[in-house]
């Protein structure tokens, strides 16, 4: 059974960098949109960056020119750099994976909520 594995969480100080990568062999090819989605215990998970497959990207305003989404489908891993971290970054990381319609990447709650391929978390601590 194909399995979404993140990996490259842990603890910075702010304006550090990070690298996230979630295994994804099963699904690097045909999943129509990829993300990576927070979420901080009593909040809502929230959408910050997507790839859908014909190379377009989007991001949450609030992490735009500081994270980059990437496919490598020669490995089959789904990566997410974050640099110039901030405190309100913490959170449990998710990768998540669509193989069905439509073809785009959004990232409002409704549409992350309906992606149904999901790994289990990496977290990321941001302190001053």
């Known amino acids: 059974q194909d399995q979404l594995a993140e990996s490259g969480g842990g603890s910075v100080q702010a304006g550090g960098s990070l690298r996230l990568s979630c295994a994804a062999s099963g699904f690097i090819y045909r999943s129509y949109c990829m993300a990576w989605v927070r979420q901080v215990p009593g909040k809502e998970r929230e959408g910050v960056a997507g790839s859908d497959s014909n190379g377009h990207t989007t991001y949450v305003d609030s992490v735009k020119g500081r994270f980059t989404i990437s496919r490598d489908y020669v490995t089959g891993t789904l990566y997410l750099q974050m640099n110039n971290l901030k405190p309100e970054d913490s959170a449990m990381y998710f990768c998540?994976?669509?193989?069905?319609?439509?073809?785009?990447?959004?990232?409002?709650?409704?549409?992350?909520?309906?992606?149904?391929?999901w790994g289990q978390g990496t977290q990321v601590t941001v302190s001053l």
């Open positions: 998540a994976a669509r193989t069905t319609p439509p073809t785009h990447c959004s990232l409002d709650y409704q549409f992350v909520s309906s992606i149904p391929n």
